[in-house]
């Protein structure tokens, strides 16, 4: 059974920086596609960044050069390290996973974590 937690989420200040973390456990197959979607109340969940098996990284216009996703670790840990925050990232984080490409569709991920806050204050 594939699992997904991440980790992270905290409230900052404007111009702060937070990294989130993501675990994918139970998940054997070569090709995969790990993303970050956010999600505001009353709104759709969006994908903001994402990382494939070779290490293909694609970032949302609203965060492309503040956020970066990497993976590493014993346990293939993802990360995302998210800097010069801003209040309108103010939102539910969630790490999400596949196999095959990645997508901008949430409903292609079959793969979810419960989600980590990140709140920042102006």
């Known amino acids: 059974q594939v699992q997904v937690e991440e980790s992270g989420g905290a409230s900052v200040e404007t111009g702060g920086s937070l990294r989130l973390s993501c675990v994918v456990s139970?998940?054997?197959?070569?090709?995969?596609?790990v993303a970050w979607f956010r999600q505001t109340p009353g709104k759709e969940r969006v994908g903001i960044a994402s990382?494939?098996?070779?290490?293909?990284?694609t970032y949302a216009d609203s965060v492309q050069g503040r956020f970066t996703a990497t993976q590493g670790g014993p346990e293939n840990t993802l990360y995302l390290q998210m800097n010069s925050l801003k209040p309108e990232d103010t939102a539910m984080y969630y790490c999400v996973g596949r196999s095959g490409f990645c997508s901008n569709n949430p409903a292609h991920y079959n793969y979810w974590g419960q989600g980590t806050q990140v709140t920042v204050s102006s």
């Open positions: 990382i494939d098996n070779d290490g293909s990284t």
């Open positions: 139970g998940y054997t197959d070569d090709s995969y596609c």
